[in-house]
């Protein structure tokens, strides 16, 4: 186990500089942030990442109040407190989900967030990361975290097409505020511009009266989607249009929640 571990760090090392790169401590506690990096689902789960550790309840500093909503306008949020935080602090979040789907709120580095979110999306798979919680529609939970590392990080829901909607928060620990503000504003450019990119796909299944289309499709840009054939919501002018075997250029966004076709051509 240990030399699988190790393996993997340094496969990790490098093919990706960039996480290796001085951002960090070095040394063993980074090495094993790392290597739990690579696949994020080890049983390794007890010890330490770039956003630090599981915290000691005893050992509360502040409570840090999350509420999860569903706007009107298809957005998804992580409304409340401001998550700034100082290095070697303990927080207890009190999560709420005020939906009506299931969300998680996972607490990580921006770009291991973004590498899950593919995974996600990919397969669909379910995590109990101790980073990580995921409440049903109405349901309440606690994360209780050690921020052991200065840094930028964040607070996101990585089910495929939430992240996109707006379900995503910066967390800064130290003197990283700035930055965090900074890299959001990137992030949200890229998906605004990603935002008219048409995909190409075959659609394989039309379900009329479900108001759902199957479309074998290219990676979605905007949806930071691999390709990939899955269903999507369509509204009856859209379906209309569509066909079996048809070889379309297409726009999907989340729509409430739901990944909906929206441009066609
Ligand atoms: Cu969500």
Known sequence: MKNLL???AIALTIAMPAYASGT???????AKAEAHGADGHSDNHADMMMIGM?????????TINITMVETD????????????????ETIRFVIENKGEQEHEFVLDTVERNADHKIEMAKMMMEHDDPNRITLDAGASGEVIWTFSNDGAFEAACLMPGHYESGMYRAVAVGEHA???????????????????????????KVDAKGGK????????????????????????????????????????????????????K
């Open 6 to 8: 190790l393996t993997t």
């Open 24 to 30: 960090h401590d070095g040394g063993h506690g980074a």
């Open 54 to 62: 599981p915290g000691d309840a005893s050992k509360v500093d502040r």
């Open 73 to 88: 306008d298809g957005k998804m949020l992580l409304e409340g407190d401001e998550m700034t935080f100082e290095k070697g």
């Open 213 to 264: 289309v199957t479309i074998d499709h290219g990676p979605l840009l905007n949806l930071d989607m691999p390709a990939m054939k899955m269903v999507f919501r369509a509204d009856e002018a859209m379906i209309s249009k569509l066909s079996e075997g048809q070889e379309i250029e297409f726009v999907a966004e989340p729509v409430k929640g739901k990944l909906t076709v929206t441009q066609l």
């Open 178 to 204: 700035m930055k965090a503000d900074m890299k959001m504003a990137v992030a949200e450019v890229q998906v605004a511009q990603a935002d008219v990119e048409y995909t190409k796909g075959k659609v394989t």
